[in-house]
């Protein structure tokens, strides 16, 4: 393996790590909650590394994320699922969602959906501080981009 192969792949993990730690501050900084409790998607754009925009959000992606959550009924199967593009969405749910599935058990407030270009979406959802679970998204991406006014695609 040449010199030029090694910087190549050492540019890449960082740019990869670079993504996970912004990320990963996204989901995890503290919101600001304003006077009237509004609660707001967030459309993160990687490639750009912040969010593109925010969406108040209404009962109707509040109704159609709550029933993909609760269909819930696999692991997403890729082991690296963190990607440099697409995009990742915050969306809370206001109210908070009890979920029963064979693979996700507990009271679920906030979910993200990751919208990788060249891999499958999929769910991510803290169960607490330190795990993260990763579920095959069943959802209709045209149905949330439409509802968002945003192209997810």
């Known amino acids: 393996m040449g010199f030029g192969h090694s910087n190549t792949w050492v540019m890449l993990m960082i740019k990869k790590i670079s993504v996970v730690i912004v990320l990963l501050i996204m989901f995890l900084q503290p919101k600001v909650i304003s006077a009237k409790g509004f609660k707001y998607v967030e459309i993160f754009d990687p490639k ?17 994320v709550s029933s993909w959550v609760k269909n819930v009924d696999s692991l997403y199967g890729i082991v690296d699922p963190i990607t440099d593009d697409g995009y ?51 959802g209709n991406i045209d149905e949330l981009s439409k509802a968002l006014d945003f192209e997810l695609k």
Do not use: Y
Not at 48 to 64: A, G, P, T, W
Not at 112 to 137: A, D, H, R, T
């Open 48 to 64: 750009q590394e912040k969010v593109v925009k925010v969406v108040q959000l209404n009962s109707e992606i509040n109704d159609m």
């Open 88 to 138: 990742a969405l915050r969306i809370p749910l206001d109210p908070p969602i009890n979920v029963e599935t064979k693979c996700l058990k507990g009271l679920i407030n906030e979910v993200f959906i990751l919208i990788p270009e060249k891999q499958p979406p999929f769910f991510m959802v803290f169960e607490n501080e330190s795990k993260v679970n990763c579920f095959s998204f069943d």
